[in-house]
């Protein structure tokens, strides 16, 4: 594990010093993904006859939304502990972020650029799915790196061991225990999702949007299972299902519905094109889902904005209220222990100590107990 690959310097800019310049494997690696996966895809798009130019734009369009949508998922799941230590805002800029959250925003992203620029949507998806999952799979080697995304404790064979104390102090990595590889596992995972693409291109039958449904198909599986090994802190969902597998779970069934409906599609088509030329124009049932499955989506970003907002609210509420707790309850005890007196100041003190431990216990039990709790202080009885 090398968090840190070399660095160079001292660094001078115009004749100012700036240091010496770090240079991070994760970050190394998440630009060799981003690369790869959009050459492979430019490949691809060359022997599909599409325009290389427009390929070329939405991928970069692709990575910069990618970036900011896994980075705003990162600040929701981790919420509670970047509003704790407001210093934690800057390690935004260093880590990769949340990889469903750039996919939630890449994707609404995505059909406003096929749309506007008039590609054919399924192909075109079906051009980056491979591309993404070889680019996940460099990515998470990165992961690997940097120590971040590690698995539980483990006492299998194949269990690693961190040794390096910049990982610790950078994502909190556990030192000198065993511990399950699993970004080796997802890994692993998406490139065996790659290869089932690949060769289902070969031997199944193609359809428009096959490739790309069965990529949100596979990998949420993979994804759901490699969960259940994590040990990395992540954002609860219902304080039950971590962030991404509850994305899993809705993520997989529609991928199923979509691949029946455009399999379903593309037979009809083939067997009834000469009967729907004559036929009244009607809007499709598929172009009919595929704006619902687009609004839920962009639903989904707006609800996480919302979430964002309003946990940030309440903690700033919670810790107002702390304080107006201890702040009352210390002015209280003082008054009732008399100024002059040092040995009932010290009992004062503590008492105030005291108080500010229950308001911590109990920030999180709602209004009604924090309104019990202000009540007995103020009327001077035990508030435990």
Same mark, same amino acid.
């Given at each position: 594990?090398?968090?840190l ?10 004749? $100012?010093?700036l ?8 970050g ?7 690369i ?13 006859g599409?325009?290389?130019?427009r ?24 919420f509670d502990q970047?509003t704790?230590?407001?210093? $934690?805002?800057?390690?935004?800029l ?16 995505? #059909?406003?650029y096929?749309? $506007? ?7 075109t !998806?079906?051009?980056f ?13 990165g992961?690997?790196?940097?120590? !971040? ?12 061991t ?10 909190g990595?556990p ?37 790309f449904w ?13 969960e ?7 954002g ?81 509420e919670?810790?107002?209220?702390r304080?107006?707790?201890?702040e ?29 431990d ?8 709602? #209004?009604?107990?924090r309104?019990k709790?202000? !009540? $007995? ?8």
């Open positions: 594990m090398y968090p690959l070399f660095e160079l310097g001292p660094v001078s800019i115009f004749g $100012r010093e240091g010496p310049l770090s240079i991070y494997s994760y190394l690696l998440l630009a060799t993904a981003y790869v996966g959009l050459q492979f895809a430019l490949r691809r798009a060359d022997r599909a599409l325009n290389g130019e390929v070329m734009d939405l991928g970069i369009l692709l990575i910069f939304s990618a970036l900011v949508g896994a980075k705003l998922m990162l600040l929701v799941v981790d970047f704790a230590d407001p210093a $934690r805002f800057w390690t935004l260093k880590s990769g972020g949340v990889f469903y959250g750039g996919l939630l925003l890449a994707v609404p992203v995505a #059909w406003w096929i749309r $506007r620029h008039k590609l054919p949507l399924w192909t !998806c079906d051009l799915a491979p591309g993404i999952a070889l680019g996940h799979a460099i990515g998470r080697l992961c690997l790196m940097a120590g !971040c995304c590690y698995g539980r404790a483990t006492d299998v064979p194949w269990g690693i961190f040794t390096n104390t910049l990982a610790a102090s950078n994502v990595t030192l000198e225990i065993a511990l399950h590889p699993t970004q080796i596992y997802e890994a692993v995972a998406e490139l065996i999702v790659l290869a089932i693409l690949l060769a289902g291109e070969r031997r199944w039958r193609l359809f428009p949007g096959r490739t069965t990529y949100l198909l596979l990998y949420p599986t993979a994804r759901f299972m490699i259940f090994y994590r040990g990395d802190p992540r609860m969902v219902f304080g039950t299902l971590p962030t991404s597998q509850f994305v899993s779970v809705l993520i997989v069934p529609v991928s199923i519905v979509m691949l029946v409906l455009l399999s379903r599609r593309s037979h009809g088509d083939d067997t009834s094109a000469k009967r729907q030329r004559n036929k009244p124009h009607r809007r499709s049932p598929m172009k009919t889902l595929q704006r619902a499955i687009l609004m839920i989506l962009l639903s989904g970003v707006a609800a996480v904005a919302v979430i964002a907002g309003v946990r940030y609210e309440l903690a700033i919670r810790a107002a209220l304080d107006e707790f201890v009352r309850a210390a002015t209280h005890a003082l008054e009732r222990a008399g100024w002059g007196q040092v040995g009932r100041l010290r009992q004062a003190w503590a008492r105030a100590q005291q108080v500010r229950e308001a911590d216990r109990v920030e999180q039990d709602g #209004w009604p107990q309104t709790l202000l !009540c $007995r202080l103020l009327s001077g009885r035990d508030a435990s």
